[in-house]
């Protein structure tokens, strides 16, 4: 099922199965996207279903004095069931503020049926049991995760604030009937068991990336982390008369408590034909056990650095390289001082002076063509021990290690980068355009004990889970953008946002996903040509618009000229005209100190009149009459 419109649903189904003798299991998920305005809801559900899970385990010794030996078969089941519910919602109050909350529950349950057949041959005494176990675990779990996103700029710097709750029961419920015959003698052994144990689980990543330019950045943060556990367990044998006697020396409490302080910064660079990141990261560890009355402190610091290499522009010959210092320490389980019976004949119990393991893994990775590749390095793979179906510890260091034949068996998980290919699949713009993307991950293993739990140490299901996640990250990503902004998205921009809107949720299965990649961003053959000239008029009519823009523009401005123009006339004319009047006022100002003068008024008014003859004389065919005592006629007569 998938919709797409801009206020609609987007979802897809799919499911997975296994047949074999031995091995069945149905994995079916789906996943369901809502978007509205400024939020976008989301739900993912997924299931395993194991119905059938069963294995033989044959166990033979012969003993140094030649006639005592034993020998045993167990026939052991482990159907299982377990599914996983979350929701979680978005809400993107401006360009810049962004807050997210999502809500996770996953429920497991195994049960465990097991028959064993032993034989212990003391010279001519055979000692035979039967055993029949039947143990039951269940778990509940649920975890909260809220976030807060500032983006600083739009080149891509960010201040993130990611906080984590886990909530997780444990309940254990086994009984266990041995049947032994010595000789003639027989003896009829019943035990049982519960567990009950509670983790808590909260974190808090405070966060800063600056993005230098489109190809470099660096990253400063602090995490906290801190862990508490509390179990008890009591171990019960059945009484001749039927009732059920505690067995003080198996059962336990434990009350653990773990509190990580980090502080971590990397820088990354991305060139042209590969990319390089540097990271260092400083951890303070502070360890108690409220029941041993323990304490423990360190610090330590842990270097990381990667890299990789395009031999050719297609990144069809990849090359890639990685150094870093990790830390695993014990679990609670290896830390536990208590003892923890499994059998009539054997018991787990932890040491609580266990120090953590530091590891240095280097490795260098040829790819083919996205699809094949060659490692060359140094610890390579975790070592699973299991001991009936369940892991008991890992080795992760090179050297000598000891395990019981048969009893337990080794599963090996690959420590280098791994490359999954996504198929191709289509996608929709934030304008309802259809494009094909085709793209693949770079990923890793980084805690094997989660993902043997979470995962059940495969493969494949971790590439259905890590395909999952990168489908729904592509397709929220280019849901968001238009079809232009996705084409014009180079230099990893894209690549960048896919792996932000990942975000840490592999982190629950024990996976790192180091590098998103879109080999191609294609549209569908069908309308390739239609967009292409649809494209094209799109631009011709945003060209028009500029254009058009453009004119509009250069009419504001040449109105604005002219205006500024008569304005600047207008003052020059009125500047003038008061010139003219201050030169007047001035030209009386002196007629009138002439005039006022009695040596000069006689002369002054002979010139004045002289003015006026000579005005009223101009043109043809004038005549001026004077009389005869008037200065001028004087003048004219020679008087």
């Not at 049926?113 to 143990?135: A, F």
């Not at 992760?396 to 048969?406: A, D, M, N, T, V």
Request: charged letters at 25%; hydrophobic letters at 30%.
């Amino acid at each position: 099922m998938r919709r797409h419109t801009d206020k609609g649903f987007q979802g897809n189904l799919s499911m997975n199965a296994s047949f074999a003798s031995s091995l069945q299991s149905y994995q079916p998920s789906g996943s369901l996207n809502y978007h509205s305005g400024k939020w976008d809801t989301y739900g993912f559900a997924s299931g395993t279903l194991v119905p059938q899970n069963k294995g033989d385990l044959y166990v033979t010794r012969d003993y140094v004095a030649g006639d005592k030996g034993f020998s045993s078969l167990t026939r052991m089941k482990q159907p299982s069931r377990y599914g996983t519910i979350r929701m979680g919602t978005v809400y993107t109050m401006d360009s810049s503020n962004s807050l997210g909350v999502e809500l996770e529950y996953v429920r497991r349950g195994y049960i465990w049926p097991s028959q064993s057949y032993s034989t212990l041959s003391v010279g001519p005494l055979d000692m035979e049991s039967q055993g029949v176990y039947r143990q039951k675990e269940t778990y509940n779990m649920y975890t909260a995760t809220a976030n807060y996103i500032h983006k600083l700029d739009k080149d891509g710097s960010v201040l993130k604030l990611v906080t984590d709750y886990i909530s997780k029961d444990l309940h254990g419920r086994n009984q266990y009937q041995i049947f032994q015959e010595i000789g003639a003698l027989n003896k009829d052994t019943v035990y049982r068991s519960r567990s009950n144990a509670t983790y808590q689980i909260a974190t808090a990543d405070l966060s800063w990336k600056q993005q230098l330019h489109k190809k470099s950045f660096f990253q400063i943060g602090m995490k906290y982390t801190y862990t508490g556990m509390k179990d008890d367990a009591c171990y019960e044998g059945l009484e001749p008369d039927e009732s059920w006697k505690p067995n003080v020396a198996y059962g336990y409490e434990l009350d653990y408590h773990e509190n990580i302080g980090a502080l971590y910064g990397t820088y990354s660079l991305d060139m042209k034909r590969g990319s390089v990141h540097i990271g260092l990261r400083g951890e303070y560890t502070q360890t108690s056990n409220e029941t041993e009355r323990r304490t423990r402190k360190y610090w330590d610091w842990f270097p990381h650095i990667d890299g990789n290499f395009y031999f050719d522009e297609i990144h069809k010959w990849m090359l890639i390289g990685q150094y870093g210092r990790y830390i695993e320490r014990p679990t609670f389980s290896a830390l536990n001082p208590n003892r923890i019976q499994t059998s009539e004949y054997s018991y787990l119990i932890g040491n609580p002076m266990l120090r953590p393991t530091y590891i240095n893994k280097f490795s260098i990775t040829l790819v083919y063509n996205f699809r094949y590749t060659l490692t060359v390095g140094g610890n390579l793979h975790h070592d699973l021990i299991r001991q009936f179906g369940k892991v008991d510890r890992v080795i992760c260091e090179p050297g000598i290690s000891f395990k019981i034949p048969l009893i337990e068996r080794t599963q090996s998980l690959p420590k280098e980068t791994l490359l999954y290919d996504l198929e191709a699949s289509d996608v929709i713009t934030k304008d309802k355009k259809t494009m094909i993307s085709d793209s693949y991950v770079l990923w890793r293993i980084t805690d094997p004990l989660k993902f043997a739990q979470t995962l059940n140490s495969s493969l494949e299901n971790s590439e259905s889970r890590i395909n999952t996640a990168v489908y729904n990250a592509t397709k929220n990503v280019i849901s968001s953008l238009s079809q232009d902004r996705v084409i014009t998205s180079r230099d990893g921009e894209l690549s960048d946002m896919v792996m932000e809107a990942i975000g840490d949720n592999m982190e629950q299965y024990g996976i790192e996903l180091i590098k998103f990649e879109t080999k191609q961003l294609d549209l569908p053959d069908d309308n390739k040509a239609a967009v292409y000239e649809r494209m094209i008029s799109e631009r011709d009519n945003i060209a028009a618009t500029y254009k058009a823009e453009g004119d509009s523009e250069a009419k504001v401005i040449q109105n604005k000229t002219d205006k500024e123009v008569t304005i600047q006339i207008s003052d020059a004319k009125k500047q003038a005209e008061i010139l003219k009047a201050e030169g007047e006022q001035e030209y009386m100002k002196i007629l009138s100190q002439a005039y006022g003068e009695d040596e000069r008024s006689e002369f002054y008014s002979f010139v004045r009149s002289l003015e006026a003859l000579k005005a009223s004389m101009q043109g043809e065919n004038k005549t001026v009459i004077l009389s005869s005592d008037s200065p001028i006629a004087q003048i004219f007569e020679g008087k």
